[in-house]
């Protein structure tokens, strides 16, 4: 990645106002099996607050419940002050909204998924611009041209017109996070990104995200083990274990002196 | 010109010792201009049937899959009365139990009276039902992270299946279809029983008529063998274009078809 051209999405910071993510006891169960047992979390515009926790845990859950890839079973979820996948009726009552609501409701939130999820039978160029002109009605050759950009600031501008089989891992990611990008999303959500890419291609992944952080104060919610992204980059480090949020702490605390046994245990077995 | 040449080969084959090959019986069949019509028919039916059999199966395997049990209950008794039951029973229940059931309705004129359409209706019905499960699978066989990623891009559930995975599910779909349409061409043989004028009963016409039973059931297979090697080379062809494709992991786009024949356009 020589000298990529600066980012150039929205995301101004802004202070004050409402959280861009206002999560409020949230449930979810697979029949028997609790998997989130009340998990509460506020996130600020322009934070990036980074989760960690052993598997099984529930932090890709809850992540994926963010913007209603999966079902709550109680509690809410707000992005920007809106409620997330259900409407209050009558009574005070959730109900699910429509599988339309809920799709204009995604358009909002990006995400990055840890096997990236690129179209296979789209080019590069084609899976940026497919949500912009397919979900957002934008004219081709306008989602073209911002695609182009977009492309350069993650540093991949040569291709274009390649299939994703043709890139490696961390070109797939950071075209991944391009495509969410062209959405204009109000917050990024990252699902372990660097988990499933070879280990020396995890730095340009990283350095993609730390960029949005910095230069657009892009409100992220990660979930991921990298601790020196953690470190670097984070406002605040999250660890949630069986179902609920066992730390919630600046980096240099949660590193350092982490309060909770369970979080000293799990930072000696990845530290 | 049909009567003489129908009348030769009668002649040639009436001539020719009881037992044992008749080149002359067997050429005078072969040559016979009748044989032309009944071909046409079974290309047609398995064009048009397949065809239909392909539409209704997207919608079954859609219903299969769906989480509604509502949905996936009649969908299901669909699939276990046709792929339960043997095709020739289907065909003549379809054109003659409903026209005993329904005291032969005129609203079921088609399926009552014109047995080409009666037949034709059946086989897709028929057809669907393995359909259904040859997409269903093909559904099925694409990433669920694929679906993930559609709608966290704010795509609906109908683009999503559109735009994203029913393009990846052709990859596993095309191959197997392609081979049902050969299937297809053989099953119109079936349609003997309700006396469509197709290959199979031109060939018991001729040994009805003159107990040339091998040189007739030949000639019938000759044309078979014709149709089914002509769908066998679209198929190659199609496969072909496709395996490149599938290579680069770029699924099937609309106008493939186009493609594989034409020739590939540069994209």
């Known amino acids: ?27 979810k169960r697979y029949h028997d099996l609790e998997v989130l047992k009340g998990i509460s979390l506020t996130v600020q515009r322009a934070e990036v607050v980074v989760i960690m926790g052993p598997s099984g845990g529930g932090k890709s859950t809850f992540l994926r419940c963010l913007n209603h890839l999966e079902k709550i079973d109680s509690g809410k979820i707000e992005i920007n002050g809106h409620l997330i996948g259900y409407k209050e009726s009558t009574g005070g009552k959730l109900k699910e909204e429509s599988d339309r609501a809920v799709a204009r409701q995604r358009a909002e939130i990006g995400m990055v998924f840890q096997r990236f999820n690129l179209f296979p039978h789209m080019t590069i160029l084609e899976n940026i611009i497919e949500a912009p002109v397919h979900v957002r009605g934008i004219p081709r050759e306008e989602a073209k041209k911002r695609a182009a950009e977009l492309l350069e600031q993650v540093g991949v501008p040569e291709k274009a017109s390649e299939y994703p089989i043709r890139l490696s891992g961390g070109q797939q990611q950071r075209v991944a996070i391009a495509r969410a990008l062209a959405m204009d999303p109000k917050v990024m959500l990252f699902d372990e990104p660097t988990s499933a890419l070879d280990p020396e291609l995890v730095g340009e992944v990283l350095e993609t995200m730390k960029r949005l952080a910095r230069e657009i104060h892009m409100t992220m919610v990660c979930v ?14 999250v660890l949630i274990d069986g179902g609920v949020i066992v730390e919630d702490a600046p980096p240099a605390t949660f590193f350092s002196s982490p ?10 077995k990845i530290l | 010109m049909t009567m003489g040449l129908l009348l030769a080969a009668v002649d040639q084959c ?7 090959f008749s080149f002359p019986c067997f050429q005078s069949i072969l040559l016979s201009d009748v044989w032309f019509g009944p071909a046409l028919t079974v290309v047609i039916i398995t064009v048009v049937s397949q065809t239909a059999g392909v539409i209704l199966g997207l919608p079954l395997a859609l219903g299969k899959l769906s989480r509604n049990p509502l949905v996936r209950a009649p969908v299901n008794f669909y699939l276990w009365i046709f792929r339960g039951t043997p095709l020739v029973l289907q065909l003549i229940f379809v054109y003659d139990g409903t026209a005993q059931l329904t005291g032969n309705s005129p609203l079921l004129f088609f399926l009552n009276r014109e047995m080409l359409i009666s037949g034709a209706i059946t086989l897709a019905l028929n057809e669907a039902a393995y359909m259904a499960e040859i997409i269903r699978s093909g559904l099925q066989a694409v990433d669920p992270g694929q679906a993930d990623a559609a709608k966290a891009l704010g ?15 052709m990859r596993v779909v095309v191959p197997p279809t392609t081979n049902e349409y050969i299937n297809m061409s053989k099953n119109t043989s079936l349609l003997l029983f309700i006396a469509v004028h197709e290959l199979m009963q031109e060939a018991a016409s001729f040994y009805s008529s003159n ?6 059931l030949a000639v019938a297979a000759i044309y078979y063998l014709a149709i089914t090697s002509a769908l066998t080379f679209v198929q190659r062809r199609i496969e072909d274009r496709f395996g490149e494709r599938q290579e680069q ?17 540069t994209e």
């Open chain 2, 14 to 20: 009436a001539t020719a010792p009881p037992s044992g």
């Open chain 2, 249 to 265: 992991r770029a699924a099937v786009k609309p106008g493939f078809l186009r493609r594989a024949f034409i020739g590939a356009g």
């Open chain 1, 224 to 237: 991921t083990h990298e601790v020196g992204f953690a470190r670097e980059v984070a406002d605040r480090a």
């Open chain 2, 211 to 216: 107990l040339r039973y091998f040189e007739s």
């Open chain 1, 259 to 268: 309060t909770h046994p369970r979080t000293q245990q799990f930072l000696s």
């Open chain 1, 1 to 27: 990645m020589a000298s990529p051209s600066p980012l150039t999405v929205g995301g101004v910071k802004e202070d004050g106002g409402a959280p861009v993510v206002r999560a409020t006891d949230v449930h």
């Open chain 2, 155 to 169: 795509m609906t559930r109908w683009q999503t299946l559109r735009r994203i995975i029913l393009p990846q599910a």
